[in-house]
């Protein structure tokens, strides 16, 4: 009823989604900046950003992990084009 004993998350919210192929997923990227052009896509892998990177539309929206810094995520909604599998929310210092 109050989950009183639910842990209360202290980091950001997180929704993970799947897509079935790579175009279903680019397809929804376009979409995410066409509604929101505060969106910047992450990528972990070089192929990945690659792929992002020739897209004419999703080109300006899109760094890489190892750039990824507090200034560049100020006021924008932060969405990862994939991600290692990990168990716990990872919350930058």
Not at 2 to 17: A, H, N, T, W, Y
Not at 52 to 78: C, F, M, W
């Amino acid at each position: 009823m109050f989950d009183l004993f639910k842990k209360s998350s202290k980091g950001p919210k997180v929704i993970d989604k799947v897509w079935l192929s790579k175009k279903a997923k680019w397809n929804a990227c376009v979409q995410m900046v066409k509604t929101d052009p505060s969106v910047l896509l992450v990528a972990w892998f070089e192929e990945t950003f690659r792929d992002i990177e020739s897209d004419p539309v999703l080109r300006q929206y899109v760094t890489k992990a190892e750039h990824l810094n507090y200034d560049k995520t100020v006021g924008r909604l932060v969405v990862f084009a994939e991600h290692y599998p990990l168990v716990s929310v990872f919350v930058m210092p």
